[in-house]
């Protein structure tokens, strides 16, 4: 059974950046698919981003396109979203999201999520 942790959530200001992290316990998550969802206040839950197990191949919600990246360290066993040119339409709860088999994209989450990690975003 493997657990994810997020981490990297906070406050910041419109325009800022944060960068988050999605740790596993329990297993190597190196060989699985990896993404990133958020829940905004109200809202349902939607896909951000999604990364496959080599880090080859990359999912964006077009949303945040060109504003977000999503990269991985096998050798860490861990996946980081780094969030640049925040604003206030990307506060919501971030989700880590991974699957063994199951690619992580837009209409496509794993099976195995995080607790969550607050982004607040201020204008």
């Known amino acids: 059974q493997v657990q994810l942790v997020e981490s990297g959530g906070g406050l910041v200001q419109a325009g800022g950046s944060l960068r988050l992290s999605c740790a596993a316990s329990?297993?190597?998550?190196?060989?699985?698919?990896v993404g990133w969802f958020r829940q905004a206040p109200g809202k349902e839950r939607e896909f951000v981003a999604g990364?496959?197990?080599?880090?080859?191949?990359?999912y964006y919600a077009d949303s945040v396109k060109g504003r977000f990246t999503i990269s991985r360290d096998n050798a860490k066993n861990a996946v980081y979203l780094q969030m640049n040119s925040l604003g206030p339409e990307d506060t919501a709860i971030y989700y880590c999201?991974?699957?063994?088999?199951?690619?992580?994209?837009?209409?496509?989450?794993?099976?195995?999520w995080g607790q969550g990690t607050q982004v607040t975003v201020s204008s």
């Open positions: 999201n991974a699957d063994p088999s199951t690619t992580v994209r837009p209409g496509t989450a794993g099976n195995y």
């Open positions: 329990g297993r190597t998550f190196s060989t699985w698919a």
């Open positions: 990364i496959n197990w080599s880090g080859g191949r990359t």
